[in-house]
């Protein structure tokens, strides 16, 4: 075995790229000396380093906790950083698990939502909903899609995965009255029940809504369905109408598959106008 390598085959050896090895040596955490051509060589202590600091910066510890860790190189501080390592290992398995389940449930509700049948209107009750929301006036997919980048940036410490997230946007009945259709006042995301942080709650009472499958060019008329049944019932809104997607562009690029719900709370007598 050689007693020193070259910055090429330290690289190589590594899998790290010549500057990445530079720039250790500019943090101290290694100490190559150099050659009689000027050449970079590199120990086998300087390995031995190497080990530690590729091993430790996969489990994302940062260069200057390295170099702490390596300045002063005991028993102690080995068990130290090994248990260290241990707590964050454990933290990792606990957000793996906590993303398998997140992921389970996603596949289970896809499922049920491609298996189930649109159409037909029915009355739920629904619990509060606290969401987050961005006011903004929305008349294109364009605008949408800005609107909910803002969004989620806005509560990207809240909502990490889009793709699992129910989101929705809220059309104004005073809009559709007068034959604005399309026209939506703001979007919204609908967080856990329990969540501590959110912009407002949509009211919990009873709700009539429907689903429908296929393009969103379908919105109006299947609002004005929506409506119309309200009021063929003998009952009234209080809100604004929401639309909430199921299964969409994040989902799938065939509008066919699309699933989007339509939900409009109705008045009684403990019900207030939260919109």
Known sequence: MKDHYTIHEIAELYGIGPDSLRYYERLGLIKPKRGENGYRLYSLSDIYRLTIIRDLRQLGFTTEHIREYLNGLSLDNTISMLQDERALIQRRQKELREAERSIARRIRDLNQYRAMQPGEIALITLPDRPCVRLNTDIARDEEFDFAIKKLHHMHNDTIRDLGSQTMGAALSPKDLDSGRYGLFRSVFFVLPTGAQRYDFLLSGGQYAHLYYRGSY????????????????????????????????????????????????????DAASDIY
Do not use: M, P
């Open 217 to 268: 060019r379908k919105c109006q008329s299947q609002v004005d369905l929506l409506r119309r049944w309200v009021v063929d019932s003998g009952l009234s809104e209080s809100g604004d109408i929401l639309e909430l997607y199921h299964i969409d562009n994040r989902h799938t690029a065939l509008e066919d598959e699309f699933l989007t719900e339509l939900q409009v709370r109705l008045k009684d």
